[in-house]
T-cell receptor, first 115, second 112 residues
Framework: DAGVIQSPRHEVTEMGQEVTLRCKPI?????LFWYRQTMMRGLELLIYFNNNVPIDDSGMPEDRFSAKMPNASFSTLKIQPSEPRDSAVYFC?????????????FGEGSWLTVV | GEDVEQSLFLSVREGDSSVINCTYTDSSSTYLYWYKQEPGAGLQLLTYIFSNMDMKQDQRLTVLLNKKDKHLSLRIADTQTGDSAIYFC????????????FGQGTTLQVKP
């Protein structure tokens, strides 16, 4: 099993630029999550999908952030325009109901630096 | 509401036992989890416990659950330097929305 695959692993961009983070969940998983991790705020749930439909986006910081899941094997998190305070590690994760409750499997993260 | 609390930091000597504690608020939680995050990596599931269990042992790991006090602990026996990481406690809330509620993570430092 390939696990959750995220790209890019690292990105450095200038303030004001658009950033797109990509995620391929584990095949067969019906939940997909986007988390953000910073030293100050810890691990925050931004948004999650069930069967490609957004269920809860209350964690999305502001309108500059958007997420899509056009099909069961792909999701994007977009930041436009980016700001230095968006610098963080962004994790994508997926799960399937039934196995050990809802065990969530995380990707390796996308390390974003906005300068 | 649902909330999970952990102490932020624990330092132990190599060979000692480590105990990482967690408290949660949702008494209806059915599953509780421990995740480990090594530097530069994502979170990996370490172990889980079902709410009708008091204890679960898996090699050097022992999970204790006190449902009355809503307290979960992770004990690592014979702690090694490779155990240095951030440990996250998480619960599946009663609403079964599919998401987990994570604590803020406990950084375990193992000194040689």
């Amino acid at each position: 099993d390939a696990g959750v695959i995220q790209s890019p692993r690292h990105e450095v961009t200038e303030m004001g630029q658009e950033v797109t983070l990509r995620c391929k969940p584990i095949s067969g998983h019906d939940y997909l999550f986007w988390y953000r991790q910073t030293m100050m705020r810890g691990l925050e749930l931004l948004i999650y999908f069930n069967n490609n439909v957004p269920i809860d986006d209350s964690g999305m910081p502001e309108d500059r952030f958007s997420a899509k899941m056009p099909n069961a094997s792909f999701s994007t998190l977009k930041i436009q325009p980016s700001e230095p305070r968006d610098s963080a590690v962004y994790f994508c994760a997926s799960s399937v109901a039934g196995q050990w409750g809802n065990t969530i499997y995380f990707g390796e993260g996308s390390w974003l630096t906005v300068v | 509401g649902e909330d999970v609390e952990q102490s932020l930091f624990l330092s132990v000597r190599e060979g000692d036992s480590s105990v990482i504690n967690c408290t949660y608020t949702d008494s209806s939680s059915t599953y509780l989890y421990w995740y480990k995050q090594e530097p530069g990596a994502g979170l990996q599931l370490l172990t889980y416990i079902f709410s009708n269990m008091d204890m679960k042992q898996d090699q050097r790991l022992t999970v204790l659950l006190n449902k009355k006090d809503k307290h979960l602990s992770l004990r690592i026996a014979d702690t090694q330097t490779g155990d240095s990481a951030i440990y996250f406690c998480a619960e599946r809330g009663s609403s079964n929305t599919g998401k987990l509620i994570f604590g803020q993570g406990t950084t375990l430092q193992v000194k040689p």
